[in-house]
C-alpha cells in the first residue's frame, strides 16, 4: 500500500552549488549531508539532491506547496529559477506553477486550500 509522498529527489550536477540554492529557496540547511546525498525537510517530507545526476524536467514532477504563489513564484525567478509554466489558476482554489532550477529540474508549486495537513501520515 502506497502511504504518500515522502521524498522528491533531484539529480543535479554541482551538489555544492545546488545545496547553497535550495537552502535559499526552502529558507532551510539540509538535515542530511553528505558526498552522496543532501536531504532537506520541508513540511514533514524530503527534497532530496542526487549528485552526478543529469537534471531534467521531464520525468517525476512533485508540487511543492506554498501559501502564496504569486510571491513564492517571483521569489523563485528573482533566486535564478527560470519559468517553465506560469501561476495557473487549475480551478477549486487550486493553482500551480513550474520553473526550471538553476541545474535544469523542473520544480513545482501548488497553491491548494483544500490541503490538510493534519491528514499527513
Known amino acids: 500500500m502506497i502511504l504518500g509522498l515522502r521524498t522528491a529527489i533531484y539529480p543535479v550536477s554541482d551538489l555544492a552549488k545546488a545545496k547553497d540554492w535550495y537552502s535559499l529557496v526552502l529558507n532551510t540547511k539540509p538535515y542530511f549531508d553528505q558526498p552522496f546525498y543532501v536531504g532537506f525537510l520541508v513540511g514533514g517530507f524530503e ?6 545526476g543529469e537534471s531534467s524536467t521531464a520525468g517525476a514532477q512533485p508540487l511543492w506547496g506554498v501559501a502564496d504563489i504569486e510571491t513564492a513564484f517571483k521569489r523563485l525567478l528573482n533566486l535564478g529559477a527560470e519559468s517553465l509554466e506560469p501561476v495557473t489558476d487549475v480551478g477549486e482554489g487550486i ?15 501548488i497553491q491548494n486550500p483544500n490541503f490538510n495537513l493534519k491528514e499527513v501520515k
Open 47 to 52: 527534497l532530496g539532491l542526487l549528485p552526478q
Open 95 to 109: 493553482k500551480v506553477a513550474a520553473v526550471r532550477d538553476p541545474f535544469g529540474n523542473r520544480f513545482g508549486i
